[in-house]
């Protein structure tokens, strides 16, 4: 089932608990606005060529639409619908005052050089600057983005409508970027896990964690688990897959990585393959990496006892009721990487006043709302008798179509 698909299907049958109006129910799905360009560049060679670049702004109703660029070959304008409407819920779920959206471009970043992707970010920005903005839309990074191409984004849109930094969040500190918002992913992955284990009466400390995807996300996550006494036991990325029943020494496997761009040949871990990194044992499955990576052909030889969805819509719904039906507690993807989002609005924030907070400031306060949302998330669950997944998405839906209505959505 693709992205787009399984969101609808969870988004509708949080309507469906919710009682919600059939009318405000389809109003609620339909995004607020589409945009798809075309971005011509020079290639460094001379040759010209051409990609597609999209911008989903799903909803408006909590305050300016929020979400980050992806680079990546496999952008559509189906993943970048469904991305964006589960912004929409994300920020609801955190509580900040934003709607949703995504965007992206269709290419393989590795296979442009540096000039060439500030030519395709600054087109592509030449198209869209007029329908993004401070009070309107605020990209951030995603996949294959980064805090320079915020930075070439902010510096192309302020050409045309003066220095404005909140116009992106994820920048360089230097112009602006919040303290705190390289790690606040990964970081707010682990608030999350600690809030859930605390449930069941437990700690990181002592406990095993595979980690699927070892970039930003899940390199932050490992080291965060590793810091508090976790041990992570397996780890994978896109160069292969390491384990380490004992524990990986993960600020050593970052060191390697760093050094290799790879994690083949790390010394302090055994080689394994890849495909048998979602079903090793452990106590908690981290997947940060691509969605539909748990499905219904691996779902039954899951080991782990929980799942925390690092990445966007890792688990197919087919794959939640194998799952579900085996005892496996799932830490939906809306709440459990809301951390990027929950730090960009702090970034926002920090630029309209003009005033930077301090690093303990911006981690404590991440602390506070990702741990505040995993109370509500369980309210939600108690009143409505379901799962976490669908506590997550009627606390958002209900937040979204609670101030859909209040503004006179039929006015």
């Known amino acids: 089932m693709n992205a787009l698909a399984a969101t609808n299907r969870n988004f509708r049958h949080a309507a ?57 070959p496999e952008v559509d304008p189906d993943e970048v619908n469904a991305l964006a409407q589960l912004m929409t819920w994300k920020t609801a779920v955190a509580d900040i005052p934003y709607g949703g959206a995504k965007g992206g471009i269709g290419c393989t970043p590795r296979e442009l050089s540096r000039s060439e992707l500030e030519r395709l970010t600054r087109v592509f920005t030449q198209k869209i600057h007029d329908l993004i903005g401070i009070h309107t839309d605020i990209p951030a990074p995603d996949m294959g983005t980064n805090a320079q191409t915020m930075a070439w984004i902010l510096d192309e849109y302020s050409k045309f409508h003066g220095h404005s930094p909140a116009v992106v969040t994820g920048k360089p500190i230097d112009l602006g970027g919040s303290l705190g918002r390289d790690a606040a992913t990964g970081r707010g992955v682990v608030f999350a896990t600690e809030a859930l284990l605390a449930e069941h009466g437990k700690k990181v ?34 160069t292969g897959a390491v384990t380490n029943p004992n524990g990986i020494n993960i600020p050593d496997l970052i060191e390697h990585k760093g050094k290799t761009n790879s994690l083949v040949n790390f010394q302090g871990a055994d080689g394994m393959n890849p495909n048998e990194l979602l079903v090793h044992e452990c106590d908690v499955l ?115 179509a609670r101030a859909t209505l209040l503004r006179g959505w039929e006015a």
């Open 205 to 238: 400390k002592g406990l095993t964690f595979v980690i699927q995807g070892f970039g930003n996300v899940g390199s932050w996550a490992a080291r965060l688990i590793h810091e508090r006494g976790g041990k992570v036991v397996a780890v994978s990325d896109i």
């Open 16 to 72: 469906r608990i919710l009682g919600l109006d059939s009318k405000i129910e389809k109003s609620l799905l339909i995004p607020f606005r589409e945009i798809k360009v075309e971005c011509t560049i020079p290639k460094d060679d001379g040759s010209l060529v051409s990609y597609v670049g999209f911008r989903v702004q799903h909803d408006n109703a909590r305050g300016p639409m929020k979400g980050g660029i992806r680079y990546h």
């Open 286 to 400: 981290i997947p940060c990496a691509l969605g539909g990576v748990l499905n219904r052909e691996n779902a039954a030889g899951v080991r782990a006892k929980f799942i925390v969805e690092a990445a966007n819509h890792p688990t197919d719904p087919e794959a939640d009721e194998i799952l579900s039906k085996k005892g496996v507690i799932i830490l939906p993807d809306i709440y459990a990487n809301a951390g990027g989002v929950t730090v960009s609005y702090f970034e926002w924030v920090q630029n309209i006043q003009g005033f930077m907070w301090d690093e303990e400031k911006v981690n404590k306060e991440l602390q506070r709302y990702m741990t505040r949302a995993f109370y509500n998330i369980k309210s939600m669950c108690k009143s409505h008798d379901c799962n976490l997944r669908m506590g997550a998405f009627t606390l958002g839906v209900n937040r979204v």
